[in-house]
Structures are given as C-alpha cells and as structure tokens.
C-alpha cells in the first residue's frame, strides 16, 4: 500500500527543487513560511495534556513526520510541545523513508522494537511500517485518542 498523497506531494517538490537547483527543503520553506497554525492545527488540548504526561512518565519522545520541517516546528510551537521531544525527523532532511527513521530512533535509544510506540493517523506509513519492525501502534483519527495512552 502506497500513501499516494504524500508520495505525489514529495515529487512534485523534487521536480521543483531539481528546476530551481536547491535542496527540496528550501523548496517547502518558500512554499510553507508564511502559513500559521492557528485556525488550520485544531483541537490540540489532549496533545497538551497527553505529551508532558508522557514525558513525565520518563519516556523519550521522538516525531518522525513527512511534513516540511517549518510547517512541523510551527505547529510544534504553536501547541507549544516542541521541547518535549528529545528528537524531530523530517523525511526531507534524509529523504529517508519511516521505517528507515523507525529504525534509526531505535539505535539512537539502544532499545527494542518492544519498547516503542508508533502513534499516528496513516496507516500504512505510521501504523503498518511500525507494525513491520516489531513496533507497537496506537491509530489515532483524533486527537482524542491519544487519552488512550493515560
């Protein structure tokens, strides 16, 4: 299965990168600079809530995302659970695919697949390829499922 949309979104930037002869991320922050999240990332209270519990608990947290890297710190900001994380992957930053990101968090922590959880809303690229590597998932569709992790 093939997350269609973002596999068109990636090339289409690519195509545009390799016409401007600059990097796919300098594409994404021409295209993403100026958007702010407030009124498009909603309903973020139990992420607030759920991820500082989280780290309390002692947990690493790491975000592993397809999304451009300026969209994806805004909207960290804008939440404001950015310094929870011990660690933000952007796939432009490697061109790496999730599994490959999966698995370098793992040597990063020296941990087993047993031991991390993959929470996401795509199946395929945060739920199936974590399921793949042996990683527990929790599919999330809204926000509120993440109250499942309390």
Known sequence: MVDL????????SQQLADRLWITRGEVLQIIWWEINPNGIVENIIPTQKVIPILKEEGKALFL???????????ALEFMTIKYYFNDI?????????????FARIQLKIDTMARELISIGDQIYS???TAQELGIQTLHVTWPKDLLKLL
């Not at 592993?64 to 805004?74: D, L, N, S």
Request: glycine share 2%.
């Open 5 to 12: 949309e973002s596999t068109i979104g990636i090339w289409i």
């Open 126 to 128: 945060d739920i199936i």
């Open 89 to 101: 992957l952007i796939l432009e930053d490697y061109w790496n695919t999730k599994k490959e990101a």
């Open 64 to 74: 592993v995302t397809a999304a451009p890297r300026i969209w994806a710190i805004k």
